[in-house]
């Protein structure tokens, strides 16, 4: 798959932007073509996708806490799986309670 394809001659170009070559919007960058040499100007248009699932805690509804993967335990918090807020552990927790259960 390549990233952009030459203006004079078709040739399929990879676009390396390891040293942040090709990553700004607001640069014409100066790129050749490894088919035919030419040179050709380069411009970067970045996509934003955006994602929607069901959060029923922002309707009224409950929040579905689960324990958040953390270590030392004790430093364990409850987050929603759906609006990702988060809480503290309730008192008494056995987490809580252990040294660094």
């Not at 942040?20 to 970067?44: N, R």
């Not at 806490?65 to 759906?82: A, G, I, S, V």
Request: glycine share 6%; with cysteine.
């Amino acid at each position: 798959m390549s990233d952009v394809e030459c203006p004079y001659c078709g040739h399929d170009q990879e676009v390396c932007n390891d040293d942040g070559f090709g990553c700004s919007e607001d640069v014409v960058e100066e790129m050749q073509c490894v088919q035919c040499d030419k040179y050709f100007a380069l411009t970067t248009s970045i996509l934003f996708l955006y994602g929607a699932v069901k959060a029923p805690c922002m309707n009224d509804g409950e929040h579905a806490w689960r324990e958040t993967n953390t270590t030392p335990k004790r430093c364990t918090k409850l987050r929603c799986e759906y609006c990702d807020e988060t809480r503290p552990l309730p008192e008494g927790h056995p987490y809580l309670e252990g040294e660094d259960s």
